[in-house]
């Protein structure tokens, strides 16, 4: 064939193939065919999910289209939404389905952490690092986590309360949640004197808040272009995510390993001694503890290099613990707060409760201590209140991707290929209603119906994902809530000053529109 024919055909057949496969493929002969589409061009172009994403509106529309279509719906040539326990949820997250690329948004330094860990194996070394001082049974009976709870209530929360009424002054709570949430966090997993103080450091926490918050909007970039990111920069010069959002990134890392740096020092300078409780940083220790370990069951030298990069690992995992728990943890204690201050008879009903709890957590004794944290775990009501907010209000509502293994089955779709993302979200199971009545609306007494329907209901409930990979710091968090819940409560009762925007966002983590929630702490008389 002449050269100059060659030369007109190849393009030709390149598109050609193009074609087939990129649209006839996939829209008409790929196995996915058989599940419905939620947009009428979702089997043959990722651009309408795209689209929503960029407009920060998944949550509801993939909600809208399991309503309209049921529990398996195709959202992108390549990707799927499932709503379903059986062949869904209990499949994907149960039985060790990979992640996709989207979590290595999620690292550190660099450097993976559990969270973006993306296969099965290194995930559970990771995760046997550390689960069990994260169990609730050792968090029940942890003189350090007491101590730490202890220190942020007494000695920076509830005096910070007090001087708000002692004024008659509101309070935003938002800001105030995120930085309680954030010293307690960091105080268990690095030790009181080595970690933040967001709720007394006012200036440092205002900045370091903004200078988060002003990275949300330019994440969908992060998330789902990375590709296509960093080749506009590269090639074009034109910088899609701003330049100040690395400066952010990198500042925040900066504050991370200073902290992770002070927890270093202060193991070598206890020397194998005793610490006072509070001051050990608890899950730094274990976790180098374990890295170090791993290496030497290898038999590998611990070099310089070598112990440099096993610092970057612990930091990031440490940072990523720090973020996750100051975010999800503040965001669902301010919409507890919300609820609350909706409604006094909740709040009494609350307080009736926390009556019964020794010793008392009044502020107005001499030595407040806390009840010890098995006692504030088990108040019914109290945890009625945190598990409905996590239904109603879950911080963490965006979808968790996997990847399919080959011949999959979704539903009652079978054959899928390997290599589909796959995903469910808690916005939308946590409003599935025939296991929660009514599901708009927030009712604690729904978790005291009979066992066996509580039990039901607390497998649908996704605050915190499922599986082998749900997050490990889930009692921390809910400990933690619990008992500053109960000591504003005991103390004070509240009411809403301005709410304004108080309607959740739409994304992965989402908080308050307006970001505030004023309150009025009033004493309780």
């Known amino acids: 064939m002449p050269m100059p024919e060659l030369l007109f055909l190849a393009p030709v057949l390149l598109v050609a193939f193009s074609i087939f496969h990129y649209i006839i493929h996939p829209a008409f002969l790929s196995p996915l065919t058989q599940l419905p589409n939620a947009h009428p061009t979702a089997s043959f172009s990722p651009l309408w999910l795209l ?7 998944e949550n509801r529309i993939l909600y809208d289209a399991h309503q309209r279509l049921g529990p398996v719906v195709r959202i992108a040539p390549n990707e799927v939404s499932v709503s379903c326990q059986e062949n869904g949820v209990k499949v994907i997250y149960g039985k060790g389905w990979e992640k996709p690329q989207w979590h290595d948004a999620f690292m550190n330094f660099g450097v993976c952490n559990l969270f973006s860990t993306r296969w099965s194996g290194p995930h559970a070394i990771r995760k046997r690092r550390i689960s069990n001082i994260f169990s609730k049974s050792y968090l029940h009976t942890s003189a350090d986590f007491f101590a730490v709870a202890r220190t942020i209530i007494y000695d920076r929360y509830l005096p910070l309360i007090s001087g708000h009424v002692s004024r008659r002054e509101p309070v935003n709570v938002v800001e105030l949640n995120y930085s309680a949430m954030m010293d307690v966090a960091s105080g268990y997993l690095l030790g009181l004197p080595n970690s933040s103080n967001f709720l007394q450091e006012v200036e440092f926490r ?30 074009l010069g034109i910088n899609l995510v701003p330049k100040y959002v690395d400066d952010v990134t990198a500042d ?8 992770c740096n002070k927890a270093e020092a202060s193991i070598a300078a206890a020397n194998g001694k005793e610490v006072k409780a509070g001051n050990n940083p608890v899950v730094y220790r274990q976790l180098k503890s374990a890295w170090e370990q791993e290496r030497r069951k290898e038999g590998k030298e611990i070099s310089p290099e070598v112990m440099q990069s096993g610092r970057l690992e612990v930091a990031s995992e440490m940072l990523d613990d720090l973020v996750a728990a100051h975010e999800t943890s503040g965001i669902t204690m301010t919409y507890i707060l919300w609820e609350l201050s909706r409604d006094l008879s909740l709040q009494n009903r609350l307080h009736k409760e926390l009556l019964t709890l020794e010793p008392s957590t009044s502020f107005s004794i001499d030595t407040p201590s806390l009840p010890p944290p098995k006692s504030t775990d088990s108040l019914p009501f109290l945890d009625a209140l945190v598990m409905e907010t996590l239904r109603r209000h879950s911080s963490l509502q965006g979808p968790l991707h996997r990847v399919t293994p080959p011949d999959a089955t979704l539903g009652p779709y079978s054959g899928l290929p390997a290599n589909v993302i796959v995903h469910s979200n808690a916005y939308t199971l946590h409003r599935n209603s025939d296991v929660f009545p009514d599901p708009e609306r927030f009712t604690p007494d729904r978790w005291f119906e009979p066992d066996g329907e509580a039990g039901r209901k607390e497998k649908w409930l996704w605050s915190f994902g499922s599986g082998g990979r749900m997050c490990v710091g889930s009692h921390l968090a809910i400990l933690s809530m619990k008992h500053i819940l109960s000591s504003i409560y005991r103390n004070y009762t509240t009411r809403i000053i301005d709410d304004e925007g108080i309607e959740q966002e739409d994304g992965f983590i989402v908080g308050p529109r307006g970001n505030k929630l004023v309150l009025l702490f009033e004493p309780r008389k």
């Not at 918050?213 to 090639?235: C, D, Q």
């Not at 925040?252 to 902290?259: D, L, N, R, V």
């Open 206 to 235: 205002r900045n370091w808040l903004r200078g988060y918050r002003s990275r949300i909007p330019h994440m969908f970039w992060i998330y789902y272009l990375p590709n296509l990111t960093e080749w506009v920069a590269k090639w």
């Open 51 to 57: 689209w929503v994403r960029y407009r920060a509106r």
């Open 252 to 259: 925040i890392e900066a504050w991370c390993m200073g902290m």
